[in-house]
């Protein structure tokens, strides 16, 4: 299979998932509107996929606000080991780590 069929197909399959889980999810919890961002928002298929139903109101960023913020953590990271903040391999996670 070409490269790019199979890419169009994961796309296709990934799109699929997301979009009829959260739709199941908005009807089985009685979700009124739905919200679709973080890194994924940014694909043109789902937010096609999202815009193009008629059930709920969905909200969606702009394109230039759907970023993943792999950015900011790796600049987290940074700054904690400038600091000699070092971590072992087995640590947890920590979502309210302080940056000092």
Not at 23 to 33: C, D, H, P, Q, W
Not at 36 to 44: K, L, P, Q, Y
Not at 78 to 85: A, D, E, P, S, V
Request: hydrophobic share 45%; net charge positive.
């Amino acid at each position: 299979m070409p490269v790019p069929d199979m890419a169009a197909s994961f796309q296709a399959a990934v799109v699929d998932v997301l979009f009829n889980k959260t739709i199941r999810a908005a009807r089985e919890f009685g979700a009124k509107e739905i919200i679709v961002a973080g890194g994924v928002s940014a694909n043109r298929a789902l937010r096609d996929a999202f815009r193009n139903q008629p059930e709920y109101k969905v909200h969606i960023p702009p394109l230039s606000l759907c970023t993943d913020n792999a950015a900011m953590i790796a600049a987290a990271g940074y700054y904690r080991f400038k600091l000699g903040h070092v971590s072992s391999m087995d640590m947890d996670v920590q979502p309210t780590w302080p940056l000092s």
